[in-house]
């Protein structure tokens, strides 16, 4: 069955402080991965798409990585903002339904000052 | 900007009564997708348009309906809401279908149902 965990569940850190967000899946054949971030009562927006063959993608200050041979994925969010707290959801895709988007739970991040 | 705008953000109704909610897209993407997400849930795909052609997925309850008049809007009907179909509903759009084809989020609409 395709799935998608993240870890962990809650995560709260403090103002300019880095964190690590992780999520392992075991969706086949697989496609390619993304992180979203959503704002609570917001929809979710895009941060990283990677296919099979990146290993490293950035966007600002946040940084995924991908390794397909153990099938996890990585978010690393570097001096992190207030306006990080929100839910991170990593989510992948197989090749024969590239549209249906396998969700994971996400990672509820808060930031404290 | 392009965008993916829905209206209204915030949704009344009341038990049974039919309810409308609308997308529009400034992207000129082919596919138009509406998901509902519960409360601390991921979102569920209900149904997507390729152009004019329409897919329903297999567990979408006949009380969700959608059109899709032209590229830029589409509407999600709720024949007869229950309390159960309380949720926030999101489009979403793509240029494609397949491969690695970006899914572009508006802000959603927040449904109670009384």
């Known amino acids: 069955k395709n799935q998608v965990e993240q870890s962990p569940q809650s995560l709260i850190i403090l103002e300019g402080k880095n964190c690590t967000l992780q999520c392992n899946y075991t969706v086949s054949p697989f496609s390619n991965l993304r992180w979203y971030k959503q704002d609570t009562g917001r929809g979710p927006v895009s941060l990283t798409i990677m296919t099979f063959s990146e290993n490293t993608k950035s966007n600002g200050r946040y940084t995924a990585t991908l390794d397909a041979d153990t099938k996890q994925s990585s978010l690393h969010i570097t001096a992190s903002q207030l306006s990080d707290s929100a839910s991170y959801i990593c989510v992948v895709s197989a090749k024969d339904s590239s549209y249906k988007l396998i969700f994971g739970s996400g990672t509820r991040l808060l930031v404290r000052p | 900007d392009a965008m993916v705008i829905q209206n209204p953000r915030y949704q009344v109704t009341q038990f049974g009564k039919p309810v409308t909610l609308s997308c529009s897209q400034t992207l000129n993407h082919n596919v138009m997708y509406w998901y509902q997400q519960k409360s601390s849930q991921a979102p569920k795909l209900l149904f997507h348009y390729y152009d004019k052609d329409f897919n329903n997925e297999a567990d979408t309850p006949d009380n969700f309906q959608s059109r899709r008049p032209n590229t830029s809007f589409c509407f999600l009907d709720i024949r007869s809401p229950g309390l159960g179909d309380a949720a926030m509903y999101l489009c979403?759009?793509?240029?494609?279908?397949?491969?690695?084809?970006?899914?572009?989020f508006g802000p959603g609409t927040r449904l109670t149902v009384l």
């Open positions: 979403a759009t793509s240029r494609e279908l397949a491969g690695v084809a970006e899914q572009f």
